[in-house]
């Protein structure tokens, strides 16, 4: 069984910084393309930041660059999302995101998401 858990998540004040957290299990997670996606409230789906398997390729939304680091740890089975200078806009619920192409077929989990408040 597939499960990819988030943690980390919470409130903040503007300007703080957070560190979330996605444990995976039942994957070969060192295969996997990572990402980690937010929505807010009444706004789609987005990407924040993806890390390739090795971890040496990252890619950033624009919000995110300068601001957000993705890192992976493939021992730990776990990627890891450092989240500083944050803004009210931020706020959302945050998604991690496990994606393996495979020929002709797409791997594709999600974690459950965790809740980032960011308000004084």
């Known amino acids: 069984q597939v499960q990819l858990v988030e943690s980390g998540g919470g409130l903040v004040q503007p300007g703080g910084s957070l560190r979330l957290s996605c444990a995976a299990s039942?994957?070969?997670?060192?295969?996997?393309?990572m990402s980690w996606y937010r929505q807010a409230p009444g706004k789609e789906r987005e990407l924040v930041a993806r890390?390739?398997?090795?971890?040496?390729?990252?890619n950033y939304a624009d919000f995110a660059k300068g601001r957000f680091t993705i890192s992976r740890d493939n021992a730990k089975k776990t990627v890891y999302l450092q989240m500083n200078s944050l803004k009210p806009e931020d706020a959302a619920v945050y998604y991690c995101?496990?994606?393996?192409?495979?020929?002709?077929?797409?791997?594709?989990?999600w974690g459950q998401g965790t809740q980032v408040t960011v308000s004084s």
């Open positions: 995101n496990a994606v393996l192409e495979a020929g002709w077929t797409t791997y594709d989990y």
């Open positions: 890390i390739a398997t090795t971890g040496h390729v990252t």
């Open positions: 039942g994957i070969t997670f060192n295969n996997y393309v």
